[in-house]
C-alpha cells in the first residue's frame, strides 16, 4: 500500500475556532404566566414525591428497631 508523503494540513481546523457568525440568533421568546406557573407545579411536583418516597422509605431502612429474637413457625418445632 502506497501512503502519501505530504502532510495533512490542519490549519482549517484551527481557523474554524476563530469564525464568528455576523448572524444573531433571534431573541428568545418570554414565558408566558401560566407555563411559568405549570413548569412550577410541575417541578413541586416531582420534588414532593421524591420527599414523600424518602419519608415512606425511611422506615424500612431503619434497623435499630430489628427485634432480638426471630419468630418460629409451628411447623418447625415439630420436628
Not at 476563530?18 to 410541575?42: I, Y
Amino acid at each position: 500500500m502506497s501512503r502519501r508523503a505530504e502532510a495533512v494540513p490542519f490549519a482549517f481546523v484551527a481557523e474554524a475556532d476563530g469564525f464568528r457568525s455576523n448572524v444573531t440568533p433571534p431573541p428568545r421568546e418570554r414565558l408566558r404566566p401560566g407555563q411559568v406557573v405549570g413548569r412550577t407545579l410541575l417541578g413541586l411536583t416531582v420534588v414532593a414525591g421524591l420527599v414523600g418516597s424518602l419519608v415512606l422509605g425511611m422506615p424500612s431502612l431503619d434497623s435499630t428497631d430489628a427485634p432480638a429474637h426471630r419468630q418460629q413457625s409451628e411447623a418447625s418445632d415439630q420436628r
